[in-house]
């Protein structure tokens, strides 16, 4: 979708500045769940699908950083792909200066579709997605790409809104949650992303019709976690 591709590729440039607060806290209680930090032997190749300029990577490698591997060996137990359908967003996380989270020398940066990976099947150990499934314009042909990607025993991790089945829960992200969210991002100067997460918040799946698409996929749905009064979830799930 040329409209999308566009939208991103114009936002791209100062993305980072514009990321709420919330979302970072997030992707960290996220990445918790991958098991970065315990793992000690060999190297996890973790997809960072619909990863923009690379923020959960950062998250990713700040993890990874408090590995026993790493403080024994000084080298790093991820191997991290950082895929996006945003050439623009791809080229800004490239630009990130030395300085930042990411060493640019464990990360691979490609520009894909998530409903077409580029790669072969069971490449991965870990598939990771934060607030992009809900932009692909094929959810299902997503997940079905994730599993396929995936090894035998990998993990797909999950962050992005869902639609909460309580009543009083669908009230407070209607009337709160998400005009708050849209309100922070026009603030940050991001007017034309603030549509666009409010229009995706909309349309997205309960956290249960969710889980079923995993299932329904060969997947085996572990849990999840519901945040933002339930209109947020992370969600943790394994290829048998």
């Not at 025993?153 to 709160?176: A, E, Q, W």
């Amino acid at each position: 979708d040329m409209k999308q591709e566009d939208l991103w590729t114009d936002v791209s440039h100062g993305y980072d500045k514009t990321v709420p607060k919330a979302l970072g806290k997030w992707q960290r209680e996220m990445v918790d769940q991958m098991g970065i930090s315990e793992h000690s032997e060999g190297v996890l190749k973790i997809i960072d699908s619909c990863g923009g300029t690379g923020k959960l990577s950062e998250v990713m490698i700040e993890e990874a950083r408090k590995s026993k591997q790493y403080k024994q060996t000084g080298e790093l137990p991820v191997d991290i792909t950082v895929l996006d359908f945003s050439s623009g967003m791809i080229e800004a996380g490239q630009r990130k200066p030395q300085n930042s989270q990411i060493p640019h020398e464990n990360l691979k940066w490609v520009v894909g579709s998530a409903c077409e990976l580029p790669f072969t099947s069971q490449s991965f150990n870990i598939y990771a997605v934060s607030m992009g499934l809900r932009f692909v314009p094929n959810l299902e042909k997503a997940v079905q790409e994730a599993y396929r990607v995936l090894q035998p025993g990998g993990k797909f991790v999950s962050l992005d809104s869902c639609r909460p089945t309580n009543c009083c829960s669908r009230i407070f992200n209607h009337y709160f949650i998400i005009p708050i969210m849209r309100c922070c991002l026009w603030m940050k100067g991001n007017k034309k992303i603030a549509k666009e997460v409010t229009e995706t918040s909309k349309k997205a799946l309960s956290a249960e019709d969710f889980n079923k698409m995993l299932i329904r996929n060969g997947f085996e749905f572990k849990y999840h976690l519901l945040r933002a009064g339930g209109g947020t979830a992370i969600t943790v799930a394994t290829k048998p």
